[in-house]
């Protein structure tokens, strides 16, 4: 299974990386992962770091994107806050991506009312329109950068659990698995080896299309204030924080936003280019 | 054959409304653990702090709080058959007239948007299909992008400071009932049905432009031209009537995302609707409310989806006879 998918897509990614389509999304993807890495590096200053000498100053050479209300360089907090937003966007998507799968692959496996049981308790999940549910989890669980993952991992948990399952039920019918299963080894081995390795690809082509997703969610519970808590730079509180200043420093709340549609951008282009690569009907 | 039809739709929606049950359940369950989940006494959760002993005690004995969690949920939605919601915590006021209150600026929210994301995204979609590799496709689908990219948030932000501050033609926040004034309840209605349609238009934009690329291949779509009929009537009256199926679906589901999507959209614009009563009653720690408003958009958006399925199955004779 894994060879056959992988000849075509093989030859069909040198085609891909040159197309100035996923050069674009990996440019703004590499731009924002170096940003959050080398972000001490990058700037002279501290993202907490305040002026009060220097409140609500226009873009300048000393602060290419201006100052906020506390005189905080805002280039330097757009950068840390690239940190928070990769941060989330990972962790989330790895924690959902890998409890959906594995119990998205149990259920496929195993069937009958372990699958109904399961899958059912995915489709709750499924009814609640997933802001709503992300905030009702932070809501419950107070307002931190931990439970902004966590919430957001819940609401990510059926998209893998569904993806798996319907990958898992293709998989255990394939020729090598019957005869896994014929020599007596148990399901948690099939699972573990011949199983879960199989349905990894289109896992984590829906991981990068999420990861753009997460991003945006959290920049949405940062932005009510339910995501990391002042003075933590995050561009979804940042742009909180410039509502209250749109006629005064209307520069407050062009660059956060800017960075987190940049970035969302990134992802979803690299997302879509993953899925075209992996699977070329849906392109 | 018209019964066959109905007797087909008859059984496909009551199987519909027979799955909906445990789901319903289940959002129940979660919307009544929500409160439960709170660290601390369950009672301070739904009373406040200040609350008399007396209430307290008849808190206790209504929700059966000394007995176990099934007793307790049991408890619970005899209260919420009979319309019993609670009272706010912060208000005093009974939690159903509040939620039914912001229901309808909601409503008018998110059908605004939906409006102005098929305004959007149909012409554009069949456009892009029917010009496909063009300059006008390319920009169609780099225009969708954006779209699916740009959180909701910074769009209205951006129009804010476009239209409300730069050229101040249109109000940044408040709401003006429909029959108090209506052309006030217009103008604070289009920045708001902008932003939360900009996210909508580009995903049905995608859709139309990806369903239309398949139908336009079709051999009725070859016959129509075929037979000489005007471009526009073989797009509009073949072509589209066609690819419509799929689109209704993505509406109906995003319709459902649009619900999630007003508690952004209605906090920065101050629309008096569900998500900004969601979001108010979460830092007031008003959990009556918010378990309310929880549950019914939840609901809503269960029935949303329901009612998706059912005007598909309506729209296309192929679902009904299967």
Redesign the interface.
């Known amino acids: 299974m894994s060879a056959a998918a992988s000849a075509p897509a093989s030859a069909r990614l040198p085609r891909l990386l040159s197309s100035p389509r996923a050069l674009l999304g990996g440019g703004l993807v590499a731009l924002a992962i170096l940003a959050a890495i080398l972000a001490p590096v990058l700037t002279p200053y501290g993202p907490n770091d305040t002026d009060f000498l220097a409140i609500l100053q226009p873009p300048s050479l000393a602060h290419p994107f201006g100052t906020d209300d506390l005189g905080r360089d805002i280039l330097t907090r757009v950068i840390y806050g690239a940190r928070v937003s990769l941060v989330v966007g990972l962790v989330s998507v790895l924690a959902s991506l890998v409890v959906g799968g594995i119990i998205g692959s149990i259920a496929g496996y195993v069937s009958g009312w372990t699958d109904t049981i399961i899958m059912?308790?995915m489709?709750?999940i499924f009814?609640?329109?997933?802001?709503?549910l992300a905030?009702?989890i932070t809501?419950?669980?107070g307002p931190s950068l931990g439970n902004a993952i966590l919430a957001i991992a819940v609401v990510n948990l059926p998209v893998f659990a569904r993806i798996a399952r319907a990958q898992t039920m293709v998989v255990r019918s394939l020729d090598f698995v019957e005869a896994k299963r014929a020599l007596g080894f148990g399901p948690v081995n099939i699972l573990a080896r011949s199983i879960l390795p199989n349905i990894a690809a289109p896992m984590m082509v829906q991981g990068s299309l999420l990861f753009?997703a997460a991003i945006?969610t959290e920049?949405?519970l940062s932005?009510?204030?339910?995501g990391a808590q002042p003075p933590t730079a995050t561009w979804?509180n940042m742009?909180r924080d410039?509502?209250g200043f749109?006629?005064l420093a209307?520069w407050m709340?062009w660059f956060s936003?800017?960075a987190?549609?940049l970035t969302?951008?990134g992802f979803?282009?690299v997302g879509d280019a993953l899925r075209d690569l992996f699977d070329p009907r849906t392109g | 054959m018209f019964c066959a039809w109905g007797g087909n739709l008859a059984r496909q929606l009551v199987g519909r409304l027979v799955s909906l049950i445990?789901?319903?359940f289940?959002?129940s369950?979660?919307v009544f653990l929500?409160?439960r989940?709170?660290p601390g006494d369950p009672v301070v959760a739904l009373l406040g702090m200040e609350a008399t002993p007396e209430a307290v005690a008849a808190l206790r004995a209504r929700y059966a709080l000394d007995d176990p969690w099934a007793v307790q949920y049991l408890a619970w939605m005899k209260n919420l058959l009979t319309g019993d919601f609670g009272r706010s915590v912060q208000s005093g006021r009974e939690v159903l007239p509040l939620l039914m209150g912001a229901l309808l600026p909601t409503l008018w929210l998110a059908l605004a948007a939906t409006l102005v994301s098929l305004l959007i995204a149909i012409p554009t979609g069949v456009i892009a299909a029917t010009r496909r590799d063009t300059a006008a496709d390319a920009f169609a689908s780099l225009l969708s992008?954006?779209g699916?990219?740009?959180?909701s948030?910074?769009i209205g932000?951006?129009l804010?400071?476009l239209f409300s501050?730069h050229l101040p033609l249109l109000p940044a926040s408040g709401y003006v009932a429909p029959g108090e004034d209506l052309g006030r309840f217009l103008t604070h209605l289009v920045l708001p049905a902008i932003t939360l349609g900009t996210a909508l238009a580009a995903a049905i934009m995608r859709m139309t432009r990806s369903t239309m690329l398949e139908v336009l291949q079709a051999d009725y779509v070859r016959t129509a031209r075929a037979k000489g009929l005007p471009h526009r009537t073989v797009i509009w009256k073949h072509a589209y009537r066609n690819a419509q199926i799929p689109i209704i679906t993505l509406i109906g589901i995003q319709f459902?995302?649009v619900?999630?999507?007003v508690?952004?959209t209605e906090?920065?614009f101050s629309w008096p609707g569900i998500g900004k009563l969601?979001?108010d009653a979460?830092?007031a720690r008003d959990y009556p409310v918010?378990q309310g408003a929880?549950l019914l958009?939840?609901g809503l958006?269960?029935f949303i989806n329901l009612v998706t399925d059912i005007v598909y199955t309506i729209v296309d004779p192929r679902l009904r006879l299967s």
């Open positions: 059912r308790l489709d709750v009814a609640f329109p997933g802001v709503l905030l009702a809501a419950v669980l753009a945006i920049s949405y932005f009510l204030g339910l979804g742009l410039a509502i749109l006629e209307p709340a936003g800017l987190i549609f969302v951008l979803n282009v | 445990p789901i319903l289940g959002v369950v979660v929500l409160v989940l709170i992008l954006f699916l990219s740009m959180p948030f910074w932000v951006l804010i400071l501050i459902g995302q619900l999630g999507g508690v952004i906090t920065i969601t979001v979460i830092f918010v929880v958009t939840a958006f269960v």
